[in-house]
């Protein structure tokens, strides 16, 4: 404020006029925070250059809000009186009827400073009634009295006016007429030159026209005409700041043309909200244009025209258009010889614009809080369904690291049975040294050959066996897909009963997010559990390690001693030997297939899983990512399928996994077996019917070996078919939701039609409640053509 102050007096000085101490006062007595304060300077003889300087000081941020000029002498006449009356430099002026200045004459030549207004008008009265009680004065409201009135105001104005012309015409003012002028400058004069033919009310209204701060404006009882009615025309044009507009006292509608330019001007702004008429003496003509400035504007809310000459004609035409103007909650029409019916009328479409603006308030209220319930319910959604990503992607890495930690195993026992391999080409090499003694083990051998036959007769039975056992399970297989199809059609059914059960559902919502943390936590035990299980396989590994050290060493020693016994018979049971150990290599090399083969299976079966596996979380991501706004109240339901398939394909590599595992421990344990046989033929020439005896163990050992590992493989079998049901119940589920989600579309789409048929009955409503209005408003209109009043009209 304090900058303000000094740029006014530093305008003030560079114009050549001294600053008036009236408004340095008021602008050093303006307080509180820069925007909000207010600027009072009613009643208030402002001078011209004063006016120039707030005019030049307005313009952008000021440090107040609310302007009161009221009472200011702001009149065209005074302004131009008061340039005219002497040099610059200045104060105009003032004469002793300040009064008359704002524009407030009375018909019985009194001048009170503020007259009361006059009392509610009767229907029917006389001209003492309309004229007021005794002892009150009627503003003048013709323009015949108006004019009167403003030529009795100024009575010395016409000899100032003819001087100032004189003395504008010459070329610089001589300062022998008085003495004070002998200290005007030339920059002095030239301000007074830019400022003449000017009023004071153009220079502020145009400093205001580009102002951003100020929102109220008071110009009441100012005597405003032509060219205040132009300048404010022009300022509600310009300005987007001011809301409220006080022109209380004027005489704006004197002339039809300044008025229209001003109608003009409210009727392009669209930020104003209150607007302040009375005693302006506007005629139905005026009324005229301000009905047509209403039709265009939307922001006003409240008019006030009390004390006009508006009339019947006026009140017709403010009355039409209401019917276009949806926003003025408030218009004053009293003292205007309004009839009462159009009074009425009037206050019924206020009330209906307020009804409208409350609902409309409503209405947005509601379109707000719903946003940002939408907003929210959006940004939940999506940080559960990042939080699921997060919780897949480490599963993926848990999986990885998983299958890095049974590759690098698998290499380590690969590393052991090439070293198995070493060790049985060392004792192969062993053998080929020892078939010169096997030569005379040929007849055992035969009879050896009649046990083996023996042993194939019933490795067919065996067979047989097991390939009734292998229809039995393809029955039950075939029955358990009966089964999953009446499952299958039982959970359609189930989903159908859901579709009712989504609302119970969403309050479940917290229940399910604790039982997946409790899952969480069980797949974090399972781990932990997992891992202690692999530790205590590799500690059994090291034990039987070191158990099969241990005995080597003893059998070592044991072949040591028997060594000259065995020399003996090595001759007669190398022969033998040699060909059981052929066809036991035959029978290893067969086995040894027959695990690559499964090994080979089961990696690409678990491979083709993990890529059905991955197509299919791809594809889910992908209808996620299309359709999350359908898929929200669904996407819970789906991550519980997909956490149990997660969790049966887990479940099915763990039995893998351990079936390789006891696939190695059988070759181990098989080559552990052949070694023993090894042993054994060694001391057949000391023991034979130890060794026959020992041969028919390891036989019965072998054949339950081979019937583990059948029946190892209908169990792979039963996985496999088990993979496959649950593709199939992957794509069942996944079919499912696609028709649930076609559901929600056509129930979507319905609703959008039922919107659509509120709609249009919004808008029957609204066309029914117009043309309602229009009968009324004929209604009325007959009416007051039948009435008296109407008829006396006519006649007049």
Not at 382 to 409: C, H, N, P, Y
Request: proline share 3%; charged share 30%.
């Amino acid at each position: 404020m304090e900058e303000f102050r000094r740029g006014y007096a530093r305008l003030c000085a560079a114009g050549g006029a001294a600053p008036q101490e009236a408004v340095l006062r008021r602008l050093r007595e303006l307080g509180g925070a820069p925007g909000r304060g207010r600027l009072d300077l009613a009643a208030q003889s402002l001078s011209l250059e004063t006016c120039g300087a707030l005019g030049r000081l307005l313009p952008g941020a000021a440090p107040f809000a609310e302007v009161a000029l009221g009472d200011c002498g702001l009149s065209e006449e005074g302004g131009r009186g008061a340039r005219g009356g002497g040099f610059p430099g200045q104060e105009p002026a003032r004469p002793a009827q300040r009064a008359a200045v704002g524009g407030r004459g009375c018909a019985c030549g009194a001048a009170p400073s503020r007259p009361p207004p006059p009392p509610p008008r009767r229907a029917g009265g006389g001209e003492a009634r309309r004229n007021g009680a005794a002892g009150t004065c009627r503003p003048l409201r013709s323009r015949s009295a108006a004019r009167g009135a403003q030529a009795l105001r100024w009575p010395a104005d016409v000899g100032r006016r003819g001087r100032g012309r004189a003395g504008r015409r010459g070329a610089v003012p001589q300062p022998a007429s008085e003495p004070g002028l002998a200290a005007v400058t030339v920059s002095r004069w030239i301000w007074s030159r830019q400022l003449a033919g000017r009023t004071g009310v153009k220079l502020l209204l145009h400093g205001l026209c580009s102002n951003t701060t100020v929102k109220s404006l008071d110009l009441k009882g100012n005597n405003l005409r032509t060219v205040g009615a132009e300048a404010l025309g022009k300022l509600l044009r310009q300005n987007k700041s001011i809301r409220s507009l006080i022109l209380e006292w004027n005489s704006l509608g004197v002339w039809e043309e300044g008025f229209s330019f001003f109608c003009q001007g409210l009727g392009a702004n669209n930020f104003l909200q209150r607007l302040d008429l009375r005693n302006n003496q506007i005629n139905h003509q005026g009324a005229g244009e301000l009905a047509m400035a209403l039709k265009q504007n939307t922001s006003l809310q409240e008019l006030d025209l009390r004390w006009n000459n508006v009339g019947l004609l006026g009140g017709r035409a403010l009355l039409n258009c209401l019917h276009s103007n949806k926003t003025l909650k408030r218009l004053e029409l009293a003292g205007n010889n309004v009839p009462s019916d159009i009074l009425k009328a009037v206050e019924q479409a206020m009330d209906h614009n307020q009804d409208r603006q409350t609902i409309l308030r409503e209405t947005q209220n509601r379109a707000h809080i719903l946003s940002k319930e939408v907003l929210s319910l959006k940004d939940e959604k999506t940080k559960q369904f990042l939080d699921l990503m997060d919780t897949i992607d480490k599963q993926r890495e848990e999986i990885a690291r998983s299958g890095r930690m049974s590759a690098a195993r698998v290499s380590q026992l690969q590393e052991a049975l090439d070293e198995q391999h070493s060790i049985m080409n060392s004792l192969k090499a062993k053998l080929q040294m020892t078939e010169a003694a096997l030569a005379l083990s040929e007849q055992k051998v035969h009879n050896l050959g009649e046990l083996l036959n023996a042993t194939k007769q019933e490795q067919t039975s065996m067979a047989e066996r097991h390939f009734t056992e292998l229809q039995q399970q393809k029955q039950e297989g075939a029955d358990r897909e009966g089964k999953l199809l009446r499952d299958l059609s039982a959970a359609s059914e189930k989903n159908l009963l859901l579709r009712n059960q989504v609302d119970e559902l969403e309050k479940k919502c917290k229940v399910q997010q604790d039982q997946l943390f409790q899952v969480k936590q069980d797949l974090t035990n399972t781990t932990a559990e997992l891992k202690l299980r692999a530790m205590q396989a590799e500690e059994r590994l090291e034990m039987e390690k070191r158990r099969f050290k241990q005995s080597f060493e003893d059998m070592e020693s044991l072949r040591l001693k028997e060594v000259d016994h065995m020399t003996q018979h090595i001759e007669a049971s190398e022969r033998s030997m040699q060909d059981r150990i052929q066809r036991l290599e035959a029978i290893r090399m067969a086995l040894e297939e027959e695990l690559s083969q499964v090994k080979a299976a089961a990696l690409t079966e678990r491979g083709q899983a993990e890529e059905e596996l991955l197509k299919a979380r791809n594809q889910a991501r992908l209808e996620e990512q299309q359709r999350l706004e359908h898929l929200e109240e669904k996407l819970r339901l789906m991550t519980e399928s997909r956490d149990e398939a997660q969790n049966c394909c887990l479940k099915q590599k763990q039995m893998v996994a351990e079936a390789q595992a006891k696939a190695n421990q059988l070759s181990l344990h098989a080559e552990g077996l052949r070694r023993r046989l090894e042993e054994l033929q060694q001391d057949l020439n000391s023991k034979e019917e130890e060794k026959v005896t020992e041969v028919n163990k390891v036989k019965v050992e072998l054949q339950e070996q081979i019937g583990h590992l059948q029946a190892e493989r209908t169990v792979q079998g039963g996985l496999r078919e088990k993979i496959a049901a649950l593709e199939r119940q992957l794509k069942a589920v996944s079919s499912n939701h696609r028709e649930a989600l076609l559901d929600k579309e056509g129930e979507i789409s319905m609703l959008l039609e039922k919107l659509r048929m509120k709609e249009a009955d919004i808008s029957r409503m609204r066309e029914e409640e117009a043309q309602r209005a229009s009968f009324l408003q004929n209604a009325i209109m007959a009416y007051v053509q039948g009435s008296p009043l109407g008829t006396h009209s006519s006649r007049k």
